[in-house]
């Protein structure tokens, strides 16, 4: 067990030095990344929302939860949906899959509240 560090200074330091080996290691694994992919792009534009939170899961049902997302060409997103299949098909999942019940039901989102309202 690492020794208990008795000034703020010293505790600081540590801190400090931390935050700067995950922003060294931060680079190291995408310089890594890029050079295993040299196709890959830098920075590549979002064309759709990111992945649901999954929640929960039960041996017959999943509850997630929409991620913020903001429409990289303006707009608001209003609603969201699921959609899934059988994992032994594949990983690719389109809007054609909706044979579960309760997959491509639209479910408005609910936008974050201005305070005060």
Do not use: W
Not at 15 to 34: G, V
Not at 41 to 63: D, E, H
Not at 73 to 89: H, P
């Amino acid at each position: 067990m690492a020794p208990y560090r008795q000034t703020s200074a010293e505790r600081s330091a540590l801190l400090n030095q931390s935050a700067e080996l995950l922003d060294r290691a931060h680079a190291l694994e995408l310089s890594l990344l890029r050079a295993s992919s040299p196709n890959m792009p830098t920075n590549a534009p979002s064309n759709g929302p990111p992945p649901p939170q999954l929640v929960y899961r039960t041996t017959s049902a999943i509850c997630v939860r929409p991620r913020n997302y903001t429409p990289t060409k303006g707009g608001t997103a209003e609603t969201t949906a699921v959609f899934a299949k059988v994992s032994a098909a594949g990983i690719s999942v389109s809007t054609n899959n909706s044979e579960y019940v309760g997959s491509n039901e639209r479910v408005a989102l609910q936008l974050p509240q201005a305070q005060g309202e």
